[in-house]
């Protein structure tokens, strides 16, 4: 049993109402959002709903921390329209299925530790530009479908959606300054339900995007040739899908380390949603990752702890099974309402207040990583440009560092006192250091206060120490670490150089 309590963390103190009341709450909200990406994908409504319920509940028990909220997410579903629309739906479900095998081996290879590698500024234009799709995304819902196009809202229907959107918020808004025992936000919902159905107000309703009536999700194997060319189809789909929802999911995953002050296990997600995945492909599930959206909802109802995540998913099997006509009739301001606040409180407005502070390429690097997250809707992208500048700026600049101070000693030995780091940026800038001609019999290079970091910095030695030596004069390295002793004994078919051993002092020790 209490392994058990430990591989599900349950052995931490629970608020069980706060977890049931999120769970619901963020039940309410996946649903038509995972509809909106099957419909957008060209899926039938409820694989949508089947990777909600899937990876909702396999991530909330298996996944990297409590808290955070698995479904099908639009990050991962646009990566497969192009698939969908060429191969069809059963080449979807095997790509999904094969993504999650990669996933899997990204966790048991303990690859999402390189998630550290995200600088702030990036995290900052992620965040910030996932806030305005959510914001934007909500928009749809002001629109009809008239003669085939979408058009906006006009006249009374227009008022009351945004009447019915602005009490929601209010709600929210407000509700926590009375109590706080309950989520606002479901609270919203509900008052806003309430409403439309005693006052038969006419809106536009969950039912209106899709029925989401159906049965068990079934087992059934990809229909697909088991052939070369169909796993070559498949395989760039699934290295993108698993890298777009392993990139979003580990962001996440930060994101609510950050807010709660706790520590998540990304390698136990990156096998979580991998899992996940792979039921999808044999359940009709549109696989999916972590959702931001719907783990602030989680998180702003007050849970810590696995079970909303599982109460959300039961929840929306439930709903599936015998809830449909119910659910149906909810009014969708109450969810853009609800997807607003959201939206406003993932923007990271703190941002602002130190932009000022932040050096110029930071700022270029945040503005743009939101920019391609908002145009592209490719965080996988947004993040990795990101990530790409910013160690080519902290490339230059430590490039910049490197400089060398000189002098000859009383033997007539000249010494080269090297600072900053020896490395590709900066092996130019080092070399341009050296008179070879000007420069006595013996030199010497400390590296005191610098290091030997890789393959550039040992061919730069390498070759101005051949230089030297065809002007027949010797070069010693001294001060060297010992990581950069090895690195240059690992490559002693490529330099030959004379290494003055520092001396070993020796600690008296009880």
């Not at 052995?11 to 769970?23: C, D, H, M, P, T």
């Not at 969708?332 to 309402?337: H, Q, S």
Request: charged share 15%; with cysteine; proline share 4%.
């Amino acid at each position: 049993m209490k392994l058990v309590l430990n591989l599900f963390d349950f052995n931490q103190k629970v608020n069980y109402r706060n977890e049931i009341l999120a769970g619901l709450t963020v039940a309410m909200t996946m649903i038509p959002e995972s509809l909106s990406f099957a419909i957008l994908a060209g899926f039938p409504p409820l694989v949508g709903l089947y990777a909600a319920f899937i990876a909702g509940l396999i991530t909330a028990i298996f996944g990297g921390r409590p808290g955070m909220v698995s479904g099908g997410a639009g990050a991962t579903v646009i990566v497969l329209i192009a698939l969908m629309r060429s191969d069809g739906l059963e080449y979807v479900f095997a790509a999904v299925a094969l993504a999650g095998v990669i996933q899997i081996l990204i966790g048991l290879f303990k690859f999402s530790k390189f998630i550290r590698l995200v600088p702030q500024p990036v995290m900052y234009g992620f965040v910030n530009g996932l806030s305005i799709i959510i914001f934007m995304s909500q928009l749809d819902q002001f629109k009809v479908l008239t003669n085939g196009q979408l058009t906006w809202l006009q006249g009374e229907p227009l008022m009351i959606m945004i009447g019915l959107v602005a009490l929601t918020i209010a709600i929210v808004v407000l509700f926590p300054k009375i109590t706080k025992k309950i989520p606002a936000s479901l609270v919203a919902i509900m008052v806003v339900f309430a409403l439309v159905v005693v006052l038969g107000i006419n809106t536009k309703t969950v039912q209106d995007i899709a029925s989401i009536e159906g049965g068990f999700p079934p087992f059934h194997i990809p229909n697909i040739p088991f052939t070369l060319e169909a796993f070559k189809t498949i395989l760039p789909y699934s290295l993108i899908f698993a890298a777009v929802g392993l990139t979003e999911g580990l962001l996440t995953l930060n994101l609510v380390d950050e807010m709660t002050g706790t520590k998540g296990n990304g390698n136990r997600e990156c096998i979580a949603q991998g899992t996940s995945n792979i039921a999808n492909g044999f359940f009709f599930g549109m696989g999916g990752c972590p959702m931001i959206a719907q783990t602030l909802v989680n998180l702003s109802a007050g849970s810590r702890a696995r079970l909303s995540g599982i109460i959300a998913a039961i929840t929306i099997l439930l709903i599936i099974l015998f809830g449909a006509p119910i659910i149906g009739q909810l009014p969708m301001a109450a969810l853009v309402g609800v997807m607003i606040m959201v939206a406003l409180g993932t923007f990271e407005w703190a941002s602002f207040r130190i932009v000022r502070k932040m050096p110029r390429h930071d700022i270029f690097v945040l503005i743009l990583t939101a920019a391609i997250t908002v145009l592209l809707h490719n965080l996988a992208l947004a993040v990795l440009i990101g990530v790409i500048i910013s160690a080519l700026v902290f490339a230059w600049e430590s490039a910049k560092r490197i400089r060398a101070r000189t002098y000859i000693d009383a033997a007539g030995i000249k010494h080269y006192d090297i600072y900053g780091p020896l490395f590709f940026g900066s092996v130019m800038a080092f070399s341009e250091k050296f008179k070879i001609d000007e420069d006595p019999k013996q030199i010497i290079i400390n590296f005191k206060e610098s290091r030997v970091s890789d393959m550039s910095a040992i061919d730069v030695l390498n070759t101005i120490t051949k230089k030297y030596s065809d002007a027949g004069k010797t070069v010693h390295l001294q001060n060297l670490s010992a990581d950069c002793v090895r690195l240059l004994n690992k490559a002693e078919a490529v330099i030959e150089v004379n290494i003055i051993k520092d001396p070993e002092y020796l600690v008296a020790i009880d």
